[in-house]
């Protein structure tokens, strides 16, 4: 499956976010990348500001640009509110949730445990980073996983009552989906408006 492989923290860097998870550099240098990146810089266009906050959430959610436009063109599909339910259809993604668990510290490294095979969709094993869990699936640790060290040290003092659509079981090493998220319940700092906006142009 595709990825971004390129440089992380540039990426975090052009949006003053650590995006992809704790970021030493970030801390060092808050603005953005290049020769100019310390002075100030000529106001952004309309369309600017609408492209960096969709490249900001496919960034995000690690998602590539085809893929990205085909959840969104899904979500104006169906009825709601699009900007809401193009989330709600990310954070349903199966190495999102596995990130979200706290199985991974990070959604790049959930992606690699979904790929090796580490994690399982209601008892049977899912290698696919983008399958979409439904509510009430249950996602966890393959058996001979959970030994893991990585996995040990991602969900060692993980506060699994942070996101309420979520369900932890300590002893099975696996949590339901209860249902999809709310708007104010997902963390991430993306206007979502403004990427409806940027495809309705």
């Given at each position: 499956?595709?990825?971004?492989?390129?440089?992380?923290?540039?990426?975090?860097?052009?949006?003053?976010?650590?995006?992809?998870?704790?970021?030493?550099?970030?801390?060092?240098?808050?603005?953005?990348?290049?020769?100019?990146?310390?002075?100030?810089?000529?106001?952004?266009?309309?369309?600017?500001?609408?492209?960096?906050?969709?490249q900001k959430a496919r960034y995000t959610y690690g998602v590539l640009e085809k893929q990205f436009?085909?959840?969104?063109?899904?979500?104006?599909?169906?009825?709601?509110?699009?900007?809401?339910?193009?989330?709600?259809?990310?954070?349903?993604?199966?190495?999102?949730?596995?990130?979200?668990?706290?199985?991974?510290?990070?959604?790049?490294?959930?992606?690699?445990?979904?790929?090796?095979?580490?994690?399982?969709?209601?008892?049977?094993?899912?290698?696919?980073?983008?399958?979409?869990?439904a509510p009430g699936q249950i996602v966890g640790v393959r058996e001979r996983s959970k030994s893991?060290?990585?996995?040990?040290?991602?969900?060692?003092?993980?506060?699994?009552?942070?996101?309420?659509?979520?369900?932890?079981?300590?002893?099975?090493?696996?949590?339901?989906?209860?249902?999809?998220?709310?708007?104010?319940?997902?963390?991430?700092?993306?206007?979502?408006?403004?990427?409806?906006?940027?495809?309705?142009?």
């Amino acid at each position: 499956m595709a990825r971004y492989t390129g440089p992380k923290s540039r990426i975090a860097r052009r949006f003053g976010e650590p995006i992809f998870g704790a970021d030493k550099v970030l801390s060092k240098r808050n603005f953005p990348p290049g020769q100019h990146g310390n002075n100030r810089r000529r106001k952004t266009s309309e369309y600017g500001i609408m492209l960096a906050e969709k490249q900001k959430a496919r960034y995000t959610y690690g998602v590539l640009e085809k893929q990205f436009h085909l959840m969104f063109e899904k979500a104006a599909r169906t009825s709601g509110i699009t900007g809401e339910i193009l989330l709600q259809n990310l954070e349903s993604r199966l190495d999102n949730i596995v990130y979200r668990l706290g199985i991974a510290p990070t959604r790049a490294a959930a992606r690699q445990l979904v790929n090796h095979k580490h994690i399982t969709v209601d008892g049977k094993v899912v290698g696919i980073a983008s399958y979409s869990v439904a509510p009430g699936q249950i996602v966890g640790v393959r058996e001979r996983s959970k030994s893991l060290e990585v996995i040990e040290a991602a969900l060692a003092g993980f506060n699994h009552s942070k996101y309420p659509w979520l369900e932890w079981d300590e002893n099975s090493k696996s949590g339901k989906y209860l249902h999809k998220p709310e708007r104010a319940d997902i963390p991430e700092n993306i206007k979502e408006q403004l990427i409806v906006e940027f495809y309705s142009k």
